[in-house]
């Protein structure tokens, strides 16, 4: 029987197994009676039910007694009817090993253990998230990893000591979590329906309920900087247009509190940052970040737990928190020496080859006669601004920002600064021609 991941994560609680993630469930619950109703149904019913629906249960894990008029205990035993859920849902009857946030207390993982030992499965192990997340970055490096939780951000500082990657310090940043982000999204949205249409829809909890299930599918849904807003209230369909760059400078306080204790954490040395898709998915997110910035990949917890499943397991079924694992074997000296001769030094445009340092993409079609400067790179696309980002090189490498200007990296959709490897091609909406990433030695 394969062994599968847990990924503890009340924002989606992730079940990996051999094929990828095979569960998500967020962390809500929904009591009716005897019945404790969890993940997703839950969820999409906690503004019909509020008095009947918790979504704090992973976040304050405690078996402090709770008297709310549902019938049960405490926080530990809802955690228990979730655990018990993604065990039928997900088949998990065999090996098991926990991914656990840097925050999680001494205390709430022997909750947590003792919750396990009373469900169908096994745990073998049990990681810090972050460092089974960056345990597979090449080259090994200090990296703050940056995760997003229902009612906080947490950032954990992963450091090189000889041969193992370190989870060490971790910083909770507390009113920055997804429904922090949910809740001021939705009165922007509702301020929308009211100016453009007449229609508040958290007038009632139906429309209000409705509201908050569909915002995440607008947030991927951009027509000319627009966000299209529809609800259906009766038989009348309101439609309502948020400005993309709006959102952005009303999510800009938020992002402002994580970058400065990101920047706090990573303490001027060179550190790299590592954010989970759920971070870069937050619209501006990105481009407002101050370090050399790369996204993991959706599974790359579930990656490092296998890798270094071996140092993970108990062997003596005594269950202790790993936060320490193997750097990748390459040494520092020899991956950063490869990790420089992969590195780009120009860009090929139209048959040149343009240095990276400092360089400025340019549209000219936008500049109005405007001129542009002499390290900048021209191009001319109808429909674009004039400034779509720039290249450079860093420490970490070649990295290109273009802002909240979307292009494509390699034909995959991207917005803001992403770091560049050799034969990557980057391409804008509206042009053919592609901008290739290529290393000129000797120079």
């Not at 229902?150 to 429904?179: C, K, W």
């Not at 529809?230 to 402002?256: C, N, V, W, Y």
């Amino acid at each position: 029987m394969s062994l599968k991941v847990v990924e503890l994560n009340d924002r989606a609680i992730t079940v990996y197994d051999d094929g990828g993630i095979l569960l998500q469930s967020p962390g809500f619950a929904l009591v009716e009676g005897d019945t404790v109703h969890v993940g997703e149904s839950a969820q999409q019913q906690a503004r019909l039910f509020p008095n009947q629906s918790y979504n704090k249960y992973w976040q304050e894990l405690n078996l402090e007694p709770i008297s709310h008029g549902n019938n049960f205990r405490h926080y530990a035993d809802i955690a228990y009817a979730h655990l018990l859920d993604l065990a039928e849902s997900a088949g998990l009857d065999g090996d098991v090993i926990l991914a656990v946030p840097g925050n999680f207390t001494r205390q709430q993982l022997a909750i947590v253990l003792g919750l396990c030992q009373q469900c169908p499965f096994q745990v073998v192990g049990v990681v810090d998230s972050a460092v089974a997340a960056v345990s597979l970055l090449e080259p090994p490096r200090t990296t703050i990893y940056a995760d997003i939780q229902l009612h906080q951000v947490v950032l954990t500082r992963v450091s090189l000591n000889g041969d193992s990657l370190e989870a060490g310090s971790t910083i909770q940043i507390p009113g920055v979590g997804s429904q922090s982000f949910m809740e001021l999204m939705m009165r922007m949205a509702t301020d929308m329906f009211i100016q453009q249409c007449r229609f508040n829809p958290q007038h009632n909890a139906t429309s209000e309920q409705q509201l908050y299930n569909a915002l995440p599918d607008w947030l991927t849904e951009v027509n000319d900087g627009n966000l299209i807003l529809e609800l259906k209230a009766g038989d009348t369909l309101h439609t309502a247009k948020m400005p993309r760059d709006s959102l952005i400078a009303s999510l800009a306080g938020h992002f402002q509190k994580i970058n400065e204790q990101i920047m706090a954490l990573a303490g001027g040395h060179g550190a790299r940052l590592m954010i989970t898709n759920a971070l870069a998915s937050l619209p501006g997110f990105q481009s407002s970040v101050g370090l050399p910035c790369e996204v993991g990949k959706r599974e790359a917890i579930h990656g490092g737990c296998l890798q270094h499943r071996r140092a993970i397991e108990s062997d003596t079924g005594a269950m202790q928190l790993v936060k320490s694992l193997p750097a990748p074997e390459s040494s520092t000296e020899g991956a950063a020496s490869a990790s420089a001769a992969e590195t780009p030094t120009h860009i090929l445009f139209r048959h040149r080859a343009v240095p990276l340092g400092g360089l400025e993409l340019v549209n000219l079609a936008a500049m109005n006669g405007s001129p542009a400067s002499p390290s900048a790179l021209q191009l001319t696309i109808e429909g674009l601004p004039a400034r779509l980002g720039n290249l450079k090189l860093s420490s970490a490498g070649a990295l290109f920002d273009s802002g909240d200007q979307e292009y494509t990296l390699n034909r995959e959709p991207a917005r803001g600064e992403k770091a560049l490897r050799l034969g990557d091609q980057i391409r804008f909406k509206g042009s053919d021609e592609a901008l290739v990433l290529i290393r000129v030695d000797g120079v």
